[in-house]
C-alpha cells in the first residue's frame, strides 16, 4: 500500500477491546491517526461509543469501507472472518484481534448447539478452510494484516527477541500461562459466538508469544522460522463439574467451553513449549512466558510486571483508582499497573500496525502468527478428544 499522509481507522466492535485499541491509536506517533468510524451490531451501543469517542458512527462494515484505511476489528471472533474478507477486497488494511477465527457450528446455530460436544475433526477441517480462505483474501489483495496478539509487544517480550537474536540462543523449552477468574464479554463462554473456551480466549495469548519466538530465533539462525508440528493437549470443565463448590469469585455460566486447558506443542526442531490456561485463577490476572534456552533464562512478566506495590487497608479510598486488570479487591496488597496499555504490549501492537500499512512492511504480528496459532489451537482440541494423543498441526 502507498504511504498515506493520514492514516484513516474504522472500528467494528465498541465493547472492551474497542475502548482500549481507541486508547493505543491516540498515542501513535510518527503517523497521523484519524479515528474514522465505529460501526458495531446495535444501534444503541454503536451511537454511544461513536458519541463518547467523537466519531462518525456506520451502519456496516460495507458502509465504512470507502471511508477508511484500515479496518480495526474488535467484534467476537464468530464476526472476525467477515471483516477481513470485507476489508481485504476493498483493499484495506486489517487489524484483527485475537483469535482470528475459529469454528462456531453450523450456520443459524441457537443454543442446541454444544461446541465441547461437536466432532473435533470435523471442525479442524473447516477452520482450515476458513484459514484459507482468509490467507488467500488477504495475500492476494496485497493488504496489511496486523494480527493483535499483544504479547507479542509486551516490552518483556521484545527483550526476549533481542536476547534471542543477538547471543544466536537455542531455546530448549518455554512455558506460558494466561489466566483469570473468568471474561466480561457476555457472549464468551458460547462457542458459537467465540469458537472455543480457555484454549481460544486465553491459551492463543501465551501461544502466540512462544510462537513467535520459535520464529524469531530460526529467522534470527538461517532466515528460516520455526514452526509448531505436533501438539497434545487436554481440557476441563471443572466450575461445571457435579462436585464444584462456588464460592461466589469465579465465574461459572458457562454454555458449551473449557475452563481450563493445557497444550504441549513441538517445534520442527524437537524442542518444545507447554501452555496454560484458565479460567479458575484469583488474584488477578497470571501471565508469563518464561524462556529456558542453551544460554539463558528469562521470565517475561506480561501482568503483572512487578513494577508497584500498594497497600491499601480500606477498598473505597481506591474507589476511582484503577490498580490492575481484573484483580477482585482494592484491599491489601496489589500489584497497580502504572500503565497497562504499554506494559501488555497494546500500545506498540498499534504503533506497529500503523507504521506498517503507512509503509507497506510487515507487522511482528501478521497473518502466518495468526494463522499458525489457530491452527494449533484446533489439533489440540482434536487431541483432547483422542485423550491427548500428539496431533499433526496442519501447516498453511
Ligand atoms: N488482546 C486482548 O487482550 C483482548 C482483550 C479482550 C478482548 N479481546 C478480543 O477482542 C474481541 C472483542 O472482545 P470484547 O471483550 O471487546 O467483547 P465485547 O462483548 O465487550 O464487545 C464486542 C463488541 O462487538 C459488537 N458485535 C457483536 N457482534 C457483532 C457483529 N456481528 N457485527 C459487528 N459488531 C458486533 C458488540 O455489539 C460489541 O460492541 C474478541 O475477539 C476478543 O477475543 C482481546
Not at 462518525?56 to 471483516?83: N, T
Request: net charge negative; glycine share 12%; with cysteine.
Amino acid at each position: 500500500m502507498a504511504v498515506t499522509k493520514k492514516i484513516r481507522v474504522g472500528i467494528v466492535g465498541a465493547g472492551f477491546a474497542a475502548g482500549f485499541h481507541i486508547e493505543s491509536l491516540r498515542r501513535v506517533y510518527g503517523f497521523e491517526v484519524e479515528l474514522a468510524g465505529v460501526t458495531s451490531l446495535r444501534e444503541e451501543s454503536r451511537s454511544k461509543f461513536g458519541a463518547e469517542h467523537g466519531i462518525r458512527v456506520f451502519d456496516s462494515v460495507e458502509a465504512m469501507l470507502e471511508h477508511i484505511d484500515v479496518l480495526d476489528i474488535c467484534s467476537p471472533p464468530y464476526v472476525h472472518e467477515d471483516g477481513i474478507l470485507a476489508a481485504a477486497s476493498a483493499g484495506v488494511g486489517i487489524i484483527c484481534e485475537k483469535p482470528l477465527t475459529g469454528c462456531f457450528g453450523p450456520a443459524g446455530a441457537g443454543d442446541e448447539f454444544f461446541g465441547n460436544h461437536a466432532d473435533k475433526k470435523q471442525m479442524l477441517e473447516e477452520v482450515i478452510g476458513r484459514l484459507k480462505r482468509i490467507a488467500k483474501a488477504v495475500r492476494d489483495n496485497n493488504v496489511v494484516l496486523g494480527y493483535a496478539e499483544n504479547y507479542v509487544y509486551a516490552p518483556s517480550i521484545q527483550k526476549e527477541r533481542e536476547i534471542i537474536e543477538k547471543t544466536g540462543a537455542q531455546v530448549l523449552r518455554m512455558v506460558g500461562e494466561e489466566s483469570h477468574n473468568g471474561s466480561g464479554s457476555p457472549v464468551y463462554g458460547i462457542w458459537r459466538f467465540a469458537g472455543g473456551g480457555a484454549l481460544m480466549g486465553k491459551a492463543c495469548h501465551p501461544l502466540g508469544g512462544v510462537l513467535y519466538l520459535k520464529e524469531t530465533e530460526g529467522l534470527a539462525r538461517n532466515g528460516q522460522a520455526i514452526r509448531p508440528v505436533s501438539v497434545s493437549a487436554r481440557v476441563h470443565e471443572i466450575t461445571r463439574l457435579e462436585g464444584y463448590r462456588d464460592a461466589g469469585f469465579i465465574r461459572t455460566d458457562y454454555h458449551d467451553i473449557e475452563d481450563y486447558g493445557i497444550m504441549h506443542v513441538v517445534f520442527d526442531d524437537g524442542t518444545v513449549a507447554d501452555v496454560i490456561a484458565s479460567e479458575l485463577s484469583l488474584g488477578g490476572l497470571t501471565d508469563y512466558v518464561e524462556v529456558f534456552a542453551n544460554n539463558h533464562r528469562t521470565l517475561c512478566r506480561i501482568s503483572p510486571t512487578n513494577l508497584v506495590d500498594t497497600f491499601n487497608p480500606r477498598g473505597d479510598q481506591y474507589e476511582d483508582i484503577y490498580t490492575i486488570e481484573k484483580i477482585s479487591t482494592k484491599e491489601g496488597w496489589s500489584p497497580a499497573a502504572p500503565d497497562e496499555n504499554f506494559t501488555v504490549g497494546y500500545h506498540a501492537e498499534m504503533q506497529d500496525f500503523i507504521s506498517c500499512v503507512a509503509t507497506g512492511s510487515s507487522p511482528q504480528a501478521g497473518l502466518d502468527l495468526a494463522l499458525d496459532t489457530i491452527a494449533t489451537i484446533y489439533a489440540a482440541y482434536l487431541s483432547n478428544e483422542t485423550g491427548g494423543i500428539d496431533t499433526e498441526v496442519p501447516r498453511l
